[in-house]
T-cell receptor
Framework: SQKIEQNSEALNIQEGKTATLTCNYTNYSPAYLQWYRQDPGRGPVFLLLIRENEKEKRKERLKVTFDTTLKQSLFHITASQPADSATYLCALGPQGGGATNKLIFGTGTLLAVQP | GAGVSQSPSNKVTEKGKDVELRCDPISGHTALYWYRQSLGQGLEFLIYFQGNSAPDKSGLPSDRFSAERTGGSVSTLTIQRTQQEDSAVYLC?????????????FGSGTQLSVL
């Protein structure tokens, strides 16, 4: 069955450093991958989308890579700030194939940026 | 409103009771999703509505769960004869469906606790 793995342990880094979060998947060939941020008590908020024919996407301090051979996506936050502390979810789609927008979500990685 | 609205934000019920959870999507969004998030787990897909098409109910965990979407807008998720394992955060999301990789906009969820 389809499976997504994200760092299960919290990632603690120092302010100003680059945070790198990993998303690995198996038994699946997604057409696209999305990253979301989730704060406690809130729903996830969309950050970035990358398609299967794209290697890298950037948005301000965020960068996402997508390696369909390794079945892996890396999510980078450069010059990290305490305000970046949150849980980050990766999501692959479409679930079940076809032209739908159903996403499979990973369990998320908790990022803590220390001042 | 500008975002996806869910109510109630918290619901405590007794085992065996029925509950209804409401979702008001962003105006103009044709797709609506329900996900469930249990503690330490990823988001679990429940059901997907797209326009006037038959809903994709493939994620509903049992026949105690049902959902409807009236007039292509508001959706209600109903759980009959609630069980303790139904305790979770129920998240609703909506999206445009211009392509098939549109980002999802989530509500803040309903925290359901079954005693």
């Amino acid at each position: 069955s389809q499976k997504i793995e994200q760092n299960s342990e919290a990632l603690n880094i120092q302010e100003g450093k680059t945070a790198t979060l990993t998303c690995n998947y198996t038994n699946y060939s997604p057409a696209y991958l999305q990253w979301y941020r989730q704060d406690p008590g809130r729903g996830p908020v969309f950050l970035l989308l990358i398609r299967e024919n794209e290697k890298e996407k950037r948005k301000e301090r965020l960068k996402v890579t997508f390696d369909t051979t390794l079945k892996q996506s890396l999510f980078h936050i450069t010059a990290s700030q305490p305000a970046d502390s949150a849980t980050y979810l990766c999501a692959l789609g479409p679930q079940g194939g076809g032209a739908t927008n159903k996403l499979i979500f990973g369990t998320g990685t908790l990022l803590a940026v220390q001042p | 409103g500008a975002g996806v609205s869910q109510s109630p934000s918290n619901k405590v019920t007794e085992k065996g009771k029925d509950v209804e959870l409401r979702c008001d999507p962003i105006s103009g969004h044709t797709a609506l999703y329900w996900y469930r998030q249990s503690l330490g787990q990823g988001l679990e897909f429940l059901i997907y509505f797209q326009g006037n098409s038959a809903p994709d109910k493939s994620g509903l965990p049992s026949d105690r769960f049902s959902a409807e979407r009236t007039g292509g807008s508001v959706s209600t998720l109903t759980i009959q004869r609630t069980q303790q394992e139904d305790s979770a955060v129920y998240l609703c999301a909506s999206s445009l469906v211009l392509g098939f990789d549109e980002k999802l906009f989530f509500g803040s969820g309903t925290q359901l606790s079954v005693l």
